[in-house]
């Protein structure tokens, strides 16, 4: 199946007198009707279901579509996307180690990676994506255990150089960890590309109508683990809260994300719940639809930014005239997302006062929606980091970060245009 049909129907197959649409399992555990099934799910002997907080046939439905829309072996939903990030990392580091990241990400990852992963014992260093394989391959250690990064950074809209940066990561035995949020893998598929494990804030695109939040890891299963045994322990030596399961033995290609799931999520809990999984199912059927509808709307914006005078600054990669815009084509040819950042002549003051003056684009904390949405990191999401840690982040202070939706592209152009007037 090509992509646009996966989006409908990858991950279920309904038989004689079952739903057309995905059973929502609302349900925390599962029955046996002996003592030893049981026991052999508890020491993975056997796959199946006993307690949602480990898995749910909802989940798995929904995590097997999005898997198969990425190329991927496995995946697992978690719930939200900073859980799926601080899984997909934790999952192969410990205290004591140490991973490189882009510094171009979304705030709350980069406070995570920053701040809280720190307090574990585990350090982060950080990139510019930008720069050359040899200037980011010193930040690498012996103990350094993956690299991130995001396709397209949030709220900077950079266009990560995704073979670039699975070269660096390989020449040093460790994974490339991609978030891919932004483009979906209906604009960019980075597992093509040489990405071993993708993440997802499945609240955004993926779902699309602001019903649920998300969470979403898929492991390439290309990342030979069982090669760097001594690198990553967690993975080949044996596991004593399952009687000494060695991973990688176990469960081959699989090892990553089983390891993710059985140990994880069984002991963090941070399970998407079955009903959010089915509402994110709806979002994935028309993921196709509504993607191309975004970038062209985003791309009419950006025009229009680009040609007003009153505006300081427009990036959006669909322009030819961006930065990004040859990593772009080359990554996402079919356009990247429906994000834009600009930045107003005037500062802040008149930035607050622009999005005050907005009358069908809406001031929210999301984006990536059905809908047009706005904010200022520097003010909103970014609020917790100074002028020049966001400057560090690739983030400029007078930076608005401009989710377009897929209205009417007139409407969104004459509200924008009416705001930006009414601050003169």
Not at 168 to 173: D, P, R, Y
Not at 264 to 275: C, E, K, T, V, Y
């Amino acid at each position: 199946m090509k992509n646009d049909t996966k989006c409908v129907r990858a991950g279920y197959e309904p038989g004689n007198g079952e739903p057309r649409q995905i059973p929502i399992i609302q349900s925390t555990t599962f029955r046996y009707t002996t003592s030893e099934e049981m026991g052999q799910l508890f020491d993975l002997e056997k796959a199946g279901y006993f307690y949602t907080r480990l898995q749910n046939p909802t989940n798995d439905t929904v995590a097997a579509r999005i898997t198969a829309l990425e190329g991927g072996i496995a995946g697992m939903l978690t719930s939200s996307g900073q859980a799926a990030n601080f899984f997909a990392v934790f999952n192969i580091c410990s205290a004591g180690d140490h991973f490189v990241s882009a510094a171009s990400i979304y705030g709350g990852t980069f406070n995570l990676f920053a701040v809280t992963m720190k307090k574990m014992g585990i350090e982060c260093t950080f990139v510019d994506q930008d720069a050359s394989e040899e200037e980011i391959s010193k930040a690498f250690r012996p103990n350094t255990k993956c690299l991130f990064g995001e396709t397209v950074s949030n709220p900077g809209v950079k266009v990560l150089d995704i073979e670039k940066m699975a070269k660096i990561a390989h020449a040093h035995g460790v994974p490339l960890i991609i978030d891919n949020t932004f483009p979906t893998p209906v604009n960019c598929r980075p597992i093509e590309w040489g990405c071993d494990i993708v993440t997802h804030s499945t609240t955004k695109y993926m779902d699309g109508h602001g019903m649920q939040v998300g969470g979403c890891i898929v492991d390439s299963g290309n990342f030979d683990f069982a090669a760097y045994g001594d690198k990553f322990p967690g993975l080949n030596t044996p596991d004593d809260s399952y009687h000494g399961i060695v991973y990688t033995e176990k469960f081959g290609k699989a090892a990553y994300i089983t390891k993710a799931t059985a140990q994880l999520m069984r002991d963090f809990g941070a399970i998407q719940s079955p009903q959010n999984a089915f509402y994110l199912s709806i979002g994935l059927e028309t993921l196709h639809l509504r993607m191309p509808k975004h970038c062209a709307n985003a791309r009419k914006m950006a025009e229009y930014l680009s040609s007003n005078s009153e505006v300081e600054w427009v990036s959006y990669p669909g322009l030819e005239s961006d930065k990004y815009h040859k990593l772009a084509e080359k990554y996402c040819p079919n356009g990247t997302c429906g994000v834009i950042c600009f930045g107003l002549k005037g500062g802040r003051e008149r930035t607050m006062k622009f999005m005050d003056s907005l009358k069908l684009v809406r001031i929210y904390t999301h984006v990536a929606d059905s809908q047009s949405c706005m904010l200022h990191p520097a003010s909103h999401t970014h609020r917790q980091l100074t002028d020049e840690q966001l400057r560090d982040a690739g983030i400029d202070p007078s930076l608005i970060r401009f989710s377009v939706g897929i209205e009417d592209i007139d409407d969104i152009l004459g509200d924008v245009d009416q705001a930006i007037k009414a601050t003169k």
